[in-house]
């Protein structure tokens, strides 16, 4: 039985865009926690009284 060559630049593209897709998910979830724990507006009160 003879094996199917790899393709090697299909799989780097899919695991390129698959890590693309989880950091662009850890930004987002990290904004979120940010804006769900106020921390948003902690640098404009700091501006505010400096």
Excluded: Y
């Amino acid at each position: 039985m003879i094996r199917k060559p790899r393709d090697f630049d299909g799989e780097l593209k899919a695991l390129q865009d698959k890590a693309r897709d989880l950091k662009s998910r850890k930004m987002l979830g990290l904004g979120e926690l940010v804006i769900a724990a106020g921390a948003d507006a902690l640098n404009l009160i700091k501006a505010k009284l400096t």
